[in-house]
T-cell receptor, first 114, second 112 residues
Framework: GAGVSQSPSNKVTEKGKDVELRCDPI?????LYWYRQSLGQGLEFLIY????????KSGLPSDRFSAERTGGSVSTLTIQRTQQEDSAVYLC????????????FGPGTRLTVL | DQQVKQNSPSLSVQEGRISILNCDYT??????FLWYKKYPAEGPTFLIS?????DKNEDGRFTVFLNKSAKHLSLHIVPSQPGDSAVYFC???????????FGKGTKLTVNP
């Protein structure tokens, strides 16, 4: 079946603009994760969705970042008033249920804030 | 404060030899560890995992060793192949948490 897809693959924006990044998880996967990889860094956890439970937002770096997951499937990560330090690759992953289930990653969205 | 550390940013080995990638962690509550492999312009792909109740897990050419007392794990690839050239990330999670904490990665180059 299809893997995790993300759009756009690349996004260039100006400082201060809002951006939306989209993730389509694997069908049937109830868990969805967002990570960020800044240059030279490892993956940084941002947010986790599991079914209809309240998301774990503990990794979001500021209140400019938000995410939602509609109908338990597609997720959108929104960054408001983007800053240059937001430039990174944003990766989405999904898994069947829990962290010990394999997380399947999408190809990521490379965000560049000028 | 980096809880998962991969101190070698890069490693180069000859085809057919063993590749050993190392990872250290500081959080003694971590009880599940994973290795991911990442090619350029692609998302990471799961390679192998180990629970803290074990000290070794093997899958084909890949073996992960866990030394809980030293808070150290390693990934052995034998024999190494040019297609193994990628960035390898070590990750860990704490019991009951759905968050994975990743290291910065080690870039492995396997030379033909």
């Amino acid at each position: 079946g299809a893997g995790v897809s993300q759009s756009p693959s690349n996004k260039v924006t100006e400082k201060g603009k809002d951006v939306e990044l989209r993730c389509d998880p694997i069908s049937g996967h109830t868990a969805l994760y967002w990570y960020r990889q800044s240059l030279g860094q490892g993956l940084e956890f941002l947010i986790y969705f599991q079914g209809n439970s309240a998301p774990d937002k503990s990794g979001l770096p500021s209140d400019r970042f938000s995410a939602e997951r509609t109908g338990g499937s597609v997720s959108t990560l929104t960054i408001q008033r983007t800053q240059q330090e937001d430039s990174a690759v944003y990766l989405c992953a999904s898994s069947f249920f829990m962290v010990t289930d394999t997380q399947y990653f999408g190809p990521g969205t490379r965000l560049t804030v000028l | 404060d980096q809880q998962v550390k991969q101190n070698s940013p890069s490693l180069s080995v000859q085809e057919g030899r063993i590749s050993i990638l190392n990872c250290d962690y500081t959080n003694s509550m971590f009880d599940y560890f994973l290795w991911y492999k990442k090619y350029p312009a692609e998302g990471p792909t799961f390679l192998i995992s180990i629970s803290s109740i074990k000290d070794k897990n093997e899958d084909g050419r890949f073996t992960v060793f866990l030394n809980k007392s030293a808070k150290h794990l390693s990934l052995h690839i034998v024999p190494s192949q040019p297609g193994d050239s990628a960035v390898y990330f070590c990750a860990a999670s704490e019991g009951g948490s759905e968050k994975l904490v990743f290291g910065k990665g080690t870039k492995l180059t396997v030379n033909p």
